[in-house]
C-alpha cells in the first residue's frame, strides 16, 4: 500500500489516533494500514467505514493461507475464511458486502494448490516467516497487480476490478 500511496501522489501516511492507523489520502481515496494487532483491525475500519451501506466502497488487502503465494482473488461479501483480520473487520462493520483482495501466501504444494498449514505454530510460521528467493518474486509481481487492482476498483467499481483481478 505504500508503493501505491507513493505511485498515486497520495500525502504521506500520518498516523490517526482515533483509528489507530496510519492514514494517507488524495484523489484515489484513502488508505488505511491499521497499527493495530491483525486480530483488532476492526476498530481502524470503523473509524472511517460508519456504516453497512457504507462498506460497499471498503476494499481490504489481506493476505491468505487458502491460496499459494502470488495468487490472488477478489472477493465481495464473502466469509471470513477463518482470517481473524477479516472477522474483526466483519464484526466492527456489522456486515461482510464489502470487496477484499486475497493475496496468498502459502507455500505451492501439489497440483499448483496451496500447501495447507494446519497448527498455530506452523500457520504462524507461515504468515510471519521469511520468503524463499522464487516465493520473493512471486509476491512482489501479484503486488503490482493488487495495485493496478486497487486502481480500477477506485476508478471504475468493483466488476472491472474483480475481472481484471481474477484473470491470470
Known amino acids: 500500500m ?6 498515486e501522489g497520495l500525502a504521506d501516511f500520518v498516523f490517526n489516533k482515533t483509528a489507530n492507523a496510519l492514514v494517507a489520502r488524495g484523489a484515489l481515496g484513502t488508505l488505511v494500514l491499521p497499527e493495530t494487532m491483525m486480530n483488532a483491525s476492526g476498530k481502524a475500519v470503523s473509524a472511517f467505514v460508519k456504516s453497512p451501506k457504507a462498506a460497499k466502497n471498503l476494499l481490504v488487502v489481506h493476505d491468505d493461507l487458502d491460496l499459494s503465494v502470488g495468487a490472488l482473488k477478489m472477493v465481495f461479501g464473502r466469509g471470513s475464511g477463518g482470517h481473524k483480520g477479516v472477522e474483526s473487520v466483519m464484526r466492527a462493520i456489522k456486515t461482510d458486502a464489502f470487496a477484499r483482495i486475497r493475496i496468498g501466501i502459502s507455500a505451492v504444494g501439489k497440483k499448483n494448490q496451496a500447501k495447507k498449514v494446519s497448527g498455530e505454530e506452523k500457520v504462524i510460521k507461515q504468515v510471519i516467516g521469511k ?3 522464487a516465493e520473493e518474486a512471486a509476491v512482489k509481481k501479484v503486488l503490482k497487480k493488487v495495485a493496478e487492482t486497487v486502481r480500477l476498483f477506485a476508478a471504475s467499481g468493483i466488476e472491472s476490478a474483480t475481472q481484471f483481478a481474477n484473470t491470470r
Open 2 to 7: 505504500e508503493l501505491l500511496a507513493k505511485q
Open 131 to 133: 520468503w524463499k528467493p
